[in-house]
C-alpha cells in the first residue's frame, strides 16, 4: 500500500522511536485506552485504519497492537491486561516514555469500502480495531452510506469506549447502533444476550452490497460467520481481522504466517473469501 | 580463464587478510563453519561446513538497539554498525542458493532490513563449485543448483583438479578481487571435469502445486511422528532465517536483539489466546510448507538448496527428500 | 534373524489388537541409517528392521501415545528399556499401556558416511554402545533372539577422572570451547528420556529463565541446569551426545554428576529396575548433608 508511511525513524523498521503518554483512559476493569505522541508532541507516524503498531514499554517486552484510533497529534490503543507487557502498561502513567515503531499491516479496504453500507461488529475488546474504521468513515460520513454498529460485552462494565458509544456516536446522523451484553444489571435497560443471537434477531439485511467489518473473540467471530452467511451477506464482504504472534512486524520473523501470507504484512485485515484461500492454522 | 594453484591459495589468502576481514570454511572441535582466516587454521575446502554461512550476514544472535529508562523517561541507541569490507571465501553454490533466498527475505516485499543490508553490501562473496557429492547427503543438483557454478556471489571459483579456476561474476568481483590481486593469477585452458553422480536425488517437479493440495493430507500425522521437535535441521539450514525478537534487561539498561529462532519450538507461535501450531504434526508441515509451497508462492524459489546438512544431523534422520517423494506418491481424496 | 522375529511378534500384536501402534526402526536415507518406525496396520511390519544402525532410543515416544486408548508395543534395547524403567518410575506412562518387545544389542556401529555400502563388521560402535554396561533388556514382556554375553566395559568414569585432575580454570577453559559451539537446537534435551517434564522451564516463554542470546553464559546455564535436573535419572543412554549436532561432549558432564551421586549416596544406576528409586528421589535419614 503506497500509504504506508514509516514511522521516524532513519535506520530501520525494527528499531522504534521513543514516545510519551499523554492520557489513559480507563475503559473496562481491564482494558486502557493509551494515547500516545513523540517527545516533540508530534503523531508518531500516521496510519491507516486497521493498520497496527508495535508498542514497547522498554523493559518490559514489546507487542502488536491496533491502533484503535488517532487524532492530529496522537495515536489511540486500546489495550487489555492479559501478560508480562500488558501489566506494566497498566502500571504506567501520563508522561511515560514508551516506544513505538510502525505503522504495520494492510488496514481496511477504504476504496472497497466507499460508497457502501457497513455493519460493524464488535465483541469486547474486539471493538479496538474496529473503531478506527468507525471513526474514519465519521470522519468522512459522505463517503459512507448507513452505518450500524452492533457491539457486545460480558457486562456492562466491560463496554468499551463508553464515551463513544453512549455519547458521540448517537450524535452521528445515519449511524444505528446496537449493543448487547452476556450478562446485564441492575441499571442495564438494553439486550442481554450473545453478539451472533443479536444479529439474528436484529436481522440486517446484506442488500446494496453492505459490508460488515467484524472483530472479537475466536468463538464470537465463529458463530457470527453462521449468522451472517444465514442473513445472506456475501464472503467477499465480510472483514475481519486477525491475530497472530508478532516480532518483526514487516513479513521476515516468520511466526505469523498462514500460508504463504504474513498477518503482520499482508493482513491483519482479511475477507472472508480471502481467508477461505488460507490454510486453517489461526 | 584466470587460474591459481591450490597448492598457492594460502599466499592468496593471506593477502586478502592484509586488508580485509577474510572469512574462510575451518574445521576444528568436530565442526566446521566459517570463521576468521588465521595462519594455522584448518582449512575445509572438500564441500560445505556443516555451520551453514548464514551467520555472516544473520548471527545468531544480533544486538539491534541498546536502551535507557530513567523513571518516566527512556532513549533508544541503534546499535547497527558500518562493518568493514569483508570477503566471505569458499561457500559452495548450494549456499549461494541460500544466500540469494535470505535476500528476498530480508531486501525486498516493501522493506529492506538495515542490518542484514549493511552486512551483505559490505561484503564479496566468493564461490568454489563442487564435481560431485562432497557428502552422501549432498542433492543440490535435485533442487535446481548447478553444483559447479554458483550465482549471486562477486567471483566463482571451479574446481580444476590443482588449481581453482577463478572467474568474476561482477563488478566488484572484478575490481575488488580479480584486479586487486592480479599477481596471484595465471591463465588456464583447462576444462571443468565432468560432474560425478550424486547418491541422493529427488524430483521436485510441480511439488509446490501438489502440495497446495494437501494441507489437511493424513501424511503429517505420519512424518511428524519420530520428529523430536528440536531446531538442529532448523538452525543448520542455510536458508531458515525465521527469528525472535527478545531484550536483555539490566536495571534501568538493556538491549533489544534478534537471535534466530524456530518454527519446530512449541513456544515460536504460543500466544496468549492459544497456539494455531499445537502439535509436531502442524510445526513439521509448516516447516515442509514453508520450503516447499510457501516460499515458492511468495518469492518464486523453493525454500531448499539441498545441502543436506538438515538430513546428515537430524536425531532421527528425517529426510526431506524422502518426504518429498512421499507428497509425490500420496494419493489426493 | 531378529529382523523376521520383529516382524512376526508385530503381525500378532496388532492383527489380534493387542497393540495400537507398534514403535521400532526402519530403514532410512543410506544402508546406515535406521531411522524410528510406528506402524498400526498388520500389512505395515515388513518395513520393521533390526540392524546395526538402530541407535536411537524410542522409549521417550511414549510420552507421546500415553493418552493413547490402546496399548503401544515399543521395541527396546538394554538402555530403551532402562529408559522405560525411569519413565514409569516418574508415572509418565504405565505399565498396562505399554508392550515391551526386548532386543538383545550388539551395541550399534559409527555410520560410515559414505553412500558405497560397506563391511559392517569393520565399522567402530558408537561411543555410546562402547560405554554400554546393559546390553540386554532390564524389562521386556517378550524377548526376540537370545542374550548377549556381558562384556566388559572401558571404565566409564575414566574422561570425568582425568577432568577432575584439571585446575578450576582449565575446567572452565575446557567446557567454555566447549558450549561456545552450542547452537541451543536442544536436539539433546529432546532425545532424553530423563527430560521428560511436560513443559521444560526454558520453554516457558515470559518467565525468562533463559535469555535467547546465544552466548556462553546462556548456554552454561541451559547445559548445567539440565545435567542438574537429570541427576539421578540419567540411563546413560547417550542419546544426547550422539544427536549433538555440534558433537558436544554431554556424557562428562552427566557422568560427573552420576560420579558425585554415587560418592554421595552409594552407587546408583538409573533405570535397572522399578522398586530403587533416584538417590534425589527418596530421603533416608543416613543421607549426606555436608552440602547442605
Redesign the interface.
Known sequence: MSEIALAQNPVSPLVPVVCKITKIVTETPDVKTFHVSTLDGKKPFTPMPGQLGMVSILNAGEGMFSITTQGENHLEFSIKRCGVLTDALHEAEVGQNITVRGPYGNGFPLDFCKGKDILFIGGGIGLAPVRSLITYSIAHRQDFGKLQVIYGSRSPADLVFKEDLFENWTKVPDLELNLTVDRGDESWKGNVGFVPAFIEQLAPSPKGDKVCVLCGPPIMIKFCLQSLAKLGFKNENIITTLEMRMKCGVGKCGRCNIGSCFVCLDGPVFTLAQLQNLPPEY | MKAIAKAKLNTLLDAIAKESNLLVPVSGDGTSKFAPYTQGAQLSFDGRTLLPPKDVFFPQTEKMYKFKTNGMNASVETALEAPRLQVLFGIRPCDAKSIHCLDHVFLTKGYVDEFYKAKKDATLIVSIGCNGPAQPTCFCKSMGVNPQEAEGVDVHLYDLGTDYGVVAKTEKGEKLFLDKYASFFTETTAQVPALADFPLEVNVDGITEKLEKMFDHPLWEEVAKKCLGCGACTYLCPTCHCFDISARVAGDQGFRFRCWDSCMFSEYTRMSAGNPRPSKKERVRNRMLHKLQYFKERYGDLLCTGCGRCLSKCPVNMDITKIIKQVREADLA | MITEQMRAIAKDLLEKGEVGTVIGWEK???WY??????ISKPEQVDKLVFDEFCA?NLAK?LL?FKLAETKTAVFVKGCDARAVNRLLQDNQVSRDKVYLIGIPCPGMKEAP???QPQDIAGLPLLTKCKMCATPNPVLFDVMVGDPVPDKKVADRFAAVEALEGKSADEKYAYWG?MFE?C?????C???CPACNCRECCF?A??LNWL?????LPETQMFSMTRAMHVAGRCIECG?CE??C???LPIMEINRKVIKDLNELFGPYDAGMNLDDRPPLGTYKLDDPEKFM
Open positions: 532410512g536415507t543410506f541409517n535406521s531411522t524410528p518406525l510406528f536411537n515416544y507421546d558416511k559414505t553412500a570451547k559451539k547452537i541451543r537446537c536442544y536436539a534435551r529432546n532425545v520453554d516463554n515470559g535469555g535467547k542470546q546465544n552466548n542419546e550422539r544427536v549436532p555440534m558433537g
